[in-house]
């Protein structure tokens, strides 16, 4: 005949009891084993799960509480660093957009400065292009002797109208050499003389 097993701890029909120790000579079974190692409690031992005097639901309620007001410890500390962080910004804004003004000012500044010393160099250009003769005395040596043959003259003679000597007369026609600046007015005045004017000059350079 099959032995039917004990009942264990939380079955109903589970009294408490322990199961009577095995004769001698007979082998303990898992139920003997089991009921060895965890005897049963008696229910008015266990406290009761909603009880308030329960000391696990006393320390899980302090825990909550703990909890509660760490979270909401850090949320302020929190709150308090972002409210920092936020007035140093709004400070470092506002001084950013007074120096961009000044900077605009001094560029504005520095731009009509500009304008100013444009207008300045231009108007100095244009004086001294005004102050500049109208028609530049232009030399040239095959225009020199074709004007000393006109007015009939030797290179000795050229020379004294001009106050230098015939070689250097000979030296300007041939290109070896060109006159001073100081001597274009005196060789372009040659221009408006006739053989006659030329001539009297001569005689009066001569006399």
Request: charge should be positive.
């Given at each position: 005949m099959k032995r039917q097993p004990l009942p264990r701890q939380g079955h109903p029909d589970f009294d408490g009891a322990l199961p009577a120790a095995p004769r001698p000579g007979i082998k303990m079974n898992a139920d003997h084993a089991l009921a060895r190692r965890h005897p049963a409690r008696p229910m008015s031992d266990v406290p009761a799960v909603d009880d308030p005097v329960c000391p696990r639901t006393e320390k899980t309620r302090t825990m909550s509480n703990v909890a509660a007001a760490l979270k909401e410890e850090i949320a302020r500390v929190a709150r308090k660093e972002v409210r920092s962080e936020t007035q140093k910004l709004k400070k470092a804004?506002?001084?950013?957009?007074?120096?961009?003004?000044?900077?605009?000012r001094r560029v504005q500044a520095l731009e009509q400065q500009v304008a100013r010393l444009r207008k300045a160099a231009e108007k100095r250009t244009a004086a001294a292009t005004t102050e500049q003769p109208a028609s530049v005395i232009r030399f040239s040596a095959k225009g020199l002797a074709t004007q000393r043959q006109r007015l009939g003259l030797s290179a000795a003679e050229m020379g004294a109208l001009l106050g230098v000597s015939g070689q250097s007369v000979y030296k300007w026609e041939d290109g070896k050499t060109r006159p001073?600046?100081?001597?274009?007015?005196?060789?372009?005045s040659l221009?408006?003389?006739?053989?006659?004017?030329?001539a009297a000059r001569l005689s009066e350079l001569a006399g």
């Open positions: 804004s506002v001084q950013h957009r007074t120096d961009i003004a000044a900077l605009k001073r600046a100081s001597q274009m007015p005196a060789i372009a221009r408006g003389l006739g053989k006659r004017a030329a």
